[in-house]
C-alpha cells in the first residue's frame, strides 16, 4: 500500500529524489578543502619560523639567501589571502579543530610579520 516497486515511493516520500552521493560528495569536498586549506596555513607558518630562525642564529648561506629573496613576497601576499579565504570557511562550513589551531597560527604569524614593517 505504502510501498510500491514500480516508482520507488514509500508514502508520500520518493526514495530516488534523494541524491546520497551529492550529500557524501559534498562532505568529502568540504573536508578535502578544509585539510588543504590547513595544511597552506601551516606551511606558511613553518616558512616565516624558519626565516625567523635562520635570522636569530645569524644562517647566512647564499642558497638560503636565494631561497627567502624569492619566496617571501609570495608568502606575504599569501598570508592576506589565506586569513581572508579561512575566515570565509570558517563561518561557511563547520571547520574543525585544526583547521581553526592553524588559521590562528596563521593570524599570529601575520600579526608578527606585518608589523615589522
Not at 573536508?31 to 635562520?54: D, G, H, M, P
Not at 574543525?96 to 590562528?104: A, E, P, Q, R
Amino acid at each position: 500500500m505504502f510501498y510500491r516497486k514500480d516508482n520507488h515511493t514509500v508514502g508520500f516520500f520518493n526514495i530516488r529524489s534523494i541524491n546520497f552521493q551529492k550529500i557524501i560528495k559534498n562532505s568529502l569536498m568540504k573536508t578535502k578543502y578544509l585539510r588543504a586549506l590547513s595544511l597552506i596555513n601551516i606551511s606558511i607558518v613553518v616558512y616565516f619560523a624558519t626565516i625567523y630562525t635562520l635570522y636569530v642564529a645569524k644562517i647566512d648561506f647564499v642558497l638560503v639567501g636565494v631561497f627567502r629573496e624569492l619566496l617571501t613576497i609570495p608568502f606575504l601576499l599569501a598570508q592576506i589571502v589565506f586569513l581572508v579565504i579561512g575566515v570565509i570557511y570558517y563561518f561557511r562550513y563547520k571547520a574543525n579543530f585544526l583547521f581553526i589551531l592553524s588559521w590562528l597560527a596563521l593570524a599570529i604569524c601575520s600579526y608578527f610579520t606585518l608589523s615589522t614593517f
